[in-house]
């Protein structure tokens, strides 16, 4: 597993070279920039991928509540904020934790230890959970026939329904079996088993084509053809 990449958003100084200290005391975070509002997060979160915000509440710029809901599931967020009557708005924005100033280090390793363990998508050896606004669906890895990404987000494609998920496919790749599953091109993950063949530059799952792209068709035809 890679290492957890942190950003820190505050306002105040000394609580982001706080949390610096503490990032820095463990070895599978990585502190990947600290800024002190969203919009320097935004420049940044632009140019690297983050897995964990550690976001302050109440900032002169953009309010952290705010911000986070401009912010891709792929990002999980703790609040940290002086101010505990923002923890109910921070819960409902299914912020991963709430940590209230002043953050001892015992607390933010509990934060971190639900990081760890924290995710979205679950898988099993047969089956995927997938996060759908408020609700959970179970799907089976042989009835997914493809996934496409859609700006930030992706459609499952099943048997009968499609389903749509705040998810990365970068991220489904590293979730998903690469025994049963294959990347084609840079908006479409496909399900080995469903192929049929390939027409030109398009794979075929029955009667639906999916383009593969330049960087993906070697491996597609050495890997299923």
């Known amino acids: ?34 800024v002190e509002g969203p919009v320097g997060a935004i420049s940044l979160m632009r140019k690297t991928s983050v897995d964990l915000l550690f976001l302050d509440i109440q900032m002169p710029e953009i309010k952290g509540t705010d911000f986070a809901k401009m912010i891709s599931e792929d990002t999980k967020i703790v609040f940290t904020t ?24 015992e607390r933010f390793l509990k934060a971190i230890n639900k990081a760890k363990t ?3 998508t679950r898988t099993n050896e047969e089956t ?17 026939s493809y996934i496409v990404s859609d700006s930030e987000y992706v459609h499952y494609h099943t048997i009968d329904r499609k389903i749509m998920s705040n998810q990365s496919l970068k991220a489904l790749e590293r979730v998903l ?44 035809k050495k890997e299923l053809f």
């Open 1 to 34: 597993m890679g290492k957890i990449k942190c950003l820190v958003v505050d306002d105040e100084e000394l609580a982001r070279t706080l949390m610096e200290s503490y990032i820095a005391k463990l070895d599978f975070l990585e502190l990947v920039g600290s």
């Open 82 to 105: 002086a101010y505990s009557e923002f923890a109910l708005e921070g819960y409902e924005l299914n912020a991963l934790d709430y940590l209230l100033k002043p953050i001892t280090f």
């Open 118 to 120: 924290a995710g979205q």
């Open 128 to 144: 995927i959970t997938v996060k759908s606004g408020y609700n959970l669906h179970k799907l089976k890895f042989s009835d997914i």
């Open 177 to 220: 079996p690469s025994s049963l599953f294959i990347r084609v091109h840079r908006s479409y993950i496909v399900n080995r088993n469903w192929v049929t063949g390939l027409k030109g530059r398009d794979i075929l799952l029955g009667d639906v084509q999916i383009p593969v792209s330049d960087s993906y068709l070697e491996k597609v």
